[in-house]
């Protein structure tokens, strides 16, 4: 059963505020430039990498240097939140807004791939509709329209390929972008840690093939596993869900690893409830964030594939979640369309930003 005290001891406990030191110690890492990254890996050994960032007396020319470019390196997506001005949301420095057209350019003949709960799916067909609607303009009834956003949210799969898998896809809807280009826009419902587990352990065995086409997989859940702790707990976890963050965040990056795909992972937002969910949806962001950081810092080391990033959509639309300060949907865990369309500029700027779908092709 899930133990909410153990669960919030866990995150507190000194071996985490270590990890928190670590973190503060990784970030930085990141913002060292990668070739000087690599260069010290050919000339220094390891424990000179780590006697250069754990010994602030010793303030060699590398550290220097490394500061001196921190100004010149993006910050973390942590950071990238932006603000809010009424229900418009200002895109932080370096970000911008798209316009439907620069949209289709930018995601033709693209497959991107949703795994995750209903917050999920409903922004991805925002996106899908954004890409395939031929519209000058776009309607918030439309675009909240529940024939759209809640697809085959209960009745059958509207999704005809894969039926044999566990994780039968629930909508997987193609885009003509020209009479060439053909775009996917595929949803996995995976509410829980578990099930993003069980469906990535299932194609990690070849036992489905659902991610073989796909450009971009996006993993969205986080909501269930605080409101809902007991549906996924289902009394066959013995694993904390920190512990279990930290399982499915490195199974990630085995997938990610090992195929070459680019995965973006969104932090949750937030129902609309008591404070005390609000907390520890925080805690649950920041967690995943910190071993999100920590992993990423590691492939670079390694210099393993790193097209495994996040953006922060929790951070993004905390202000927004409040009662009185909502931008409600139809249940306290939705949203309106605008924090729905905020989640697809944060995507699309950090793909773009990262070069992650430039010349797929060359990178296998
Ligand atoms: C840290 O730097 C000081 C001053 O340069 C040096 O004396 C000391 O040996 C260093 N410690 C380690 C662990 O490298
Ligand atoms: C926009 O496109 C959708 C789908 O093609 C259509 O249902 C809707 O009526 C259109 N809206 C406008 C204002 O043209
Ligand atoms: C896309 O274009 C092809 C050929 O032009 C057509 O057969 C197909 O029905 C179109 N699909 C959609 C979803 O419009
Ligand atoms: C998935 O692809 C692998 C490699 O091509 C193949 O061996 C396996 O049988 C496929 N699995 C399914 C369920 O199609
Ligand atoms: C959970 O239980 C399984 C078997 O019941 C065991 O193999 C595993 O080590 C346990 N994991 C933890 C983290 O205690
Ligand atoms: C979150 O909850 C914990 C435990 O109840 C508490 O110690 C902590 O101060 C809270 N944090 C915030 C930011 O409210
Ligand atoms: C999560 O981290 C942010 C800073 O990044 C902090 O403001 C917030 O209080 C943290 N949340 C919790 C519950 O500790
Ligand atoms: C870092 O990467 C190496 C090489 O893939 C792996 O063996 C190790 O477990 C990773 N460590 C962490 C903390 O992820
Ligand atoms: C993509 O990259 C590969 C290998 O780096 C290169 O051979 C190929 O020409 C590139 N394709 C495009 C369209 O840039």
């Not at 595929?186 to 990535?200: G, M, N, P, S």
């Not at 969910?277 to 390694?302: A, C, E, F, H, Y």
């Not at 249940?331 to 500029?345: A, C």
Request: hydrophobic share 35%; with cysteine; aromatic share 8%.
């Amino acid at each position: 059963m899930f133990d909410e005290n153990r669960y919030l001891r866990d995150v507190l406990r000194p071996r985490q505020r270590r990890t928190l030191m670590l973190l503060l110690v990784a970030s930085l890492l990141a913002l060292i430039p990668f070739e000087w990254v690599q260069n010290l890996l050919q000339t220094e050994s390891r424990s000179m990498l780590s006697k250069t960032l754990f010994n602030e007396t010793d303030q060699t020319d590398a550290s220097l240097h490394s500061t001196a470019n921190a100004m010149h390196d993006p910050p973390s997506p942590r950071t990238m939140t932006g603000t809010w001005i009424g229900n418009t949301w200002v895109p932080p420095t370096g970000w911008k807004y798209h316009t439907p057209n620069e949209l289709r350019q930018f995601y033709s003949g693209k497959r991107i791939l949703w795994v995750g709960d209903s917050t999920g799916r409903r922004t991805a067909m925002n996106l899908y509709a954004l890409l395939d609607w031929k519209n000058s303009s776009f309607l918030a009834d439309e675009l909240s329209s529940p024939n759209l956003i809640d697809a085959a949210k209960k009745g059958p799969h509207e999704c005809n390929k894969w039926i044999e898998a566990n994780f039968r896809p629930n909508n997987c809807r193609t885009v003509n972008f020209t009479s060439e280009e053909e775009g996917e826009h595929i949803y996995v419902k995976a509410v829980c840690h578990t099930d993003v587990e069980r469906f990535l352990q299932t194609e990690l065995e070849g036992r489905a093939n659902i991610t073989a086409d796909i450009d971009v997989i996006i993993v969205a859940i986080g909501i269930w596993d605080v409101i809902r702790p007991q549906a996924c707990r289902k009394g066959l976890q013995n694993r904390t869900l920190v512990e279990m963050v930290s399982d499915l965040v490195e199974l990630t990056n085995e997938l990610q690893i090992t195929t070459g795909k680019v995965v973006i992972w969104r932090t949750s937002g937030y129902s609309e409830q008591q404070e005390h969910i609000i907390n520890k949806t925080s805690t649950l962001n920041n967690v995943t964030m910190n071993k999100l950081d920590q992993v990423r810092v590691n492939n670079t080391l390694n210099g393993l594939p790193n097209r495994f990033n996040y953006v922060n959509w929790g951070g993004a639309v905390l202000a927004r979640s409040r009662p009185g300060e909502r931008i409600r949907g139809d249940m306290k865990p939705h949203y309106g369309l605008e924090p729905r369309h905020v989640l697809i500029e944060m995507i699309t700027n950090l793909l773009e930003k990262e070069e992650y779908l430039r010349n797929m092709s060359g990178l296998s």
